[in-house]
């Protein structure tokens, strides 16, 4: 029989539903609070201060959204008229409303990555010459984890080489890192590595790491007051911030290493996945806290799958008419994952 109460739900859509922790709500309710556009937020100072550090960077800056430290970077980072070059499949390039050609007035070029992963010898081959009828290449946008990969990350040497390409062409490295901390648990690689081989870094604390709101951009100094001036340009100018930095603070301090588990409840729920029958999934794609897998079935596709799991209070997302995407966090313990294939099984069996 379907089960639909509320506290039997297994919700699976994305880590942005995760609720915020106890501690957080305290270090919110508690938080002192200034005005941040003049500066005088002791707790957005302390958050961005903490996240510079973190990942070896001169400065932070808070920004409310992942989509909003993208572009941010990118406007502080381009002119009109410079083309990026960047993933297909790359979330600045799909789910960010076209910003970077209305905000910043650059021409996206897309490259084709392996499961979201450039090879840095497409991006050599994809530079421009200097040419008066051509775009200036200025910007390397990079992302890892990779969402729509299927939350494959870059090896820390490939993201080495695109580096050394970058700057052997004058240009500059953006990595759109909204889920960088997974990135490092997976690869190994410390968390300052990842972020040493771009000029900007975006993350987000209100995925895996549990607080309710917000981004932070890393930099050099000069790169955060430029992107400064592009967030209030973008009406992202807050004031009392720090109600909202206080959760970050403490996600940043406590929420980091329990990503594990996440990950280790992903390999649980797609190897239980590549048995049922109509489910193809690649598990070498899977690397972090994301599973994609197709339905390939005569009687269901993959939104009737979706809404099958739903009857019975399993939520997850339909990307393409045959493919799901399934995103573990801190609110599915094991329990909802054994639930999740309990209830696949039922269904496909």
Do not use: W
Not at 240 to 261: C, H, K, S
């Amino acid at each position: 029989m379907p089960l639909t109460e509320p506290d039997q739900v297994v919700d699976l859509r994305s880590d942005t539903v995760t609720k915020p922790t106890p501690e957080m709500r305290r270090a919110m309710a508690e938080a002192e609070v200034g005005d941040d556009v003049f500066g005088e937020d002791p707790t957005v100072n302390r958050l961005e201060a903490l996240a510079a550090e973190r990942l070896g960077k001169e400065a932070g800056l808070f920004v409310v959204s992942g989509t909003m430290g993208n572009q941010a970077s990118l406007m502080a980072q381009t002119q009109r008229g410079d083309e990026v070059i960047l993933d297909e499949s790359s979330h600045i390039f799909n789910y960010e409303v076209a910003a970077l050609v209305v905000l910043s007035a650059v021409q996206p070029r897309t490259l084709r990555g392996h499961y979201g992963i450039l090879d840095p010898e497409d991006i050599r081959r994809a530079i421009r010459p200097p040419n008066i009828h051509a775009p200036r290449n200025t910007l390397i946008a990079v992302e890892s984890s990779h969402n729509r990969g299927g939350g494959t990350c870059y090896p820390l040497e490939t993201l080495r080489e695109i580096r050394r390409i970058a700057t052997a062409n004058g240009m500059a490295v953006h990595l759109d890192g909204a889920r960088i901390f997974n990135a490092s648990i997976a690869t190994g690689a410390p968390v300052r590595e990842l972020a040493a081989q771009a000029d900007s870094v975006t993350f987000c604390l209100s995925k895996g790491l549990g607080a309710p709101v917000g981004s932070v951009v890393v930099g050099t100094r000069v790169f955060v007051d430029r992107a400064r001036r592009a967030r209030k340009m973008f009406g992202g100018g807050m004031r009392q911030a720090g109600i909202l930095a206080a959760a970050g603070v403490v996600a940043l301090e406590t929420m980091v290493d329990r990503l594990r588990e996440d990950h280790e409840n992903t390999r649980i729920l797609a190897e239980g996945l590549a048995t049922l029958p109509g489910i193809v999934i690649d598990l070498a794609r899977v690397q972090t806290n994301i599973v994609i897998f197709t339905v390939k079935r005569e009687d269901l596709d993959a939104p009737g799958l979706i809404v099958k799991l739903a009857e019975h209070g399993i939520k997850a997302f339909a990307i393409t008419p045959d493919s799901i995407r399934m995103v573990t966090h801190k609110d599915v313990n094991r329990a909802g994952i054994l639930r999740t294939q309990d209830v696949l099984r039922t269904i496909l069996g």
